[in-house]
């Protein structure tokens, strides 16, 4: 398969690699990412790029894998599995990050795209690939800007214990450097006293 890079886009166009990189930081034009992080253009990413062929009048699809903890392998393989499964896709994103991360890279670039009406499907493997809470929340958004999410396995749970430990040690080590940042000895007493309370109804 033929790719190009960001000057040979840049050279097709006849534009500066700086007005490339702003449509790619904008998601104005379809792009692939390499492991290394090396922004490419597959020959779909510039046949859309060329105007010959329409990416909003059919389905585009995108793949979102995670891994909190930035294994490779592991957002490989969800790919792989997705590809099996369902449409080529024009964006193929993840993130190195815990599922309780609200700000993660991959989901913005998810919502903006779905913004610029950029996609219409998202797949994913698991659920919890998607985000830890809040799934129906996230769900109704895309769907409100007409973007379908589909979940490869739907009743299962994709978690390894080591994950899920991983998920609950950022969440206790966020509440505990918040806890020790309150002033004085009293605040934080007064703090675990309503936990405790809370804990006791």
Avoid: C
């Amino acid at each position: 398969m033929s790719v190009m890079t960001v000057s040979g886009i840049a050279r097709l166009m006849g534009v500066t690699n700086q007005s490339v990189w702003k449509w790619v930081k904008e998601d104005k034009v379809p792009y692939h990412r390499r492991p290394t992080g090396r922004i490419y253009f597959n020959e779909k990413d510039i046949s859309i790029i060329l105007g010959h062929e329409d990416s909003r009048d059919d389905e585009i699809w995108a793949y979102y894998a995670r891994s909190s903890s930035g294994d490779k392998g592991m957002i490989n393989n969800q790919f792989n599995e997705l590809s099996g499964n369902y449409h080529d896709p024009v964006y193929m994103i993840s993130d190195n990050a815990s599922g309780l991360n609200e700000n993660r890279k991959g989901i913005n670039r998810l919502l903006r795209l779905a913004d610029n009406k950029q996609i219409t499907d998202i797949a994913i493997t698991h659920k919890d690939r998607l985000t830890r809470f809040g799934y129906t929340y996230l769900k109704g958004l895309f769907t409100s800007k007409g973007v379908t999410i589909h979940i490869l396995h739907e009743n299962k749970n994709s978690s390894k214990e080591q994950e899920l430990l991983d998920d609950f040690m950022r969440l206790l080590s966020s509440y505990a450097g918040k806890y020790y940042h309150l002033r004085g000895t009293q605040a934080q007493e007064r703090l675990l006293g309503k936990a405790k309370e809370t804990i006791h109804e």
